[in-house]
């Protein structure tokens, strides 16, 4: 789903923020974007492909010993 110039995608009961354009990619991280032309490696080329990485994270067991990052 989009509002305005934020895209944002749902996974199972979470939403999640995602961050760039069909120019420089999508990632959920914003730090992702330090400038117009500027990108990390980790950026994905469509939102099917964050939409799938998020999916996978969200579906994984947690490992034991790991806890959720806070918010």
Same mark, same amino acid.
């Given at each position: =789903? $989009?509002?305005?110039?934020? $895209?944002?995608?749902? *996974? +199972? +009961? +979470?939403? &999640? %923020?995602?961050?760039?354009? &069909? =120019?420089?990619? &999508?990632? %959920?991280?914003?730090?992702?974007? +330090?400038? =117009?032309?500027?990108?990390?490696?980790?950026?994905?080329?469509?939102?099917?492909? *964050?939409? &799938?990485?998020? *999916?996978?994270?969200?579906?994984?067991? %947690?490992?034991?010993?790991?806890?959720?990052?806070?918010?």
């Amino acid at each position: =789903m $989009t509002g305005g110039e934020q $895209t944002y995608l749902r *996974v +199972g +009961g +979470g939403v &999640f %923020p995602v961050y760039g354009d &069909f =120019m420089r990619g &999508f990632s %959920p991280l914003a730090q992702d974007f +330090g400038g =117009m032309a500027v990108c990390t490696p980790y950026v994905y080329d469509s939102l099917d492909e *964050v939409f &799938f990485a998020l *999916v996978n994270l969200c579906a994984a067991a %947690p490992k034991p010993g790991l806890r959720a990052h806070p918010r």
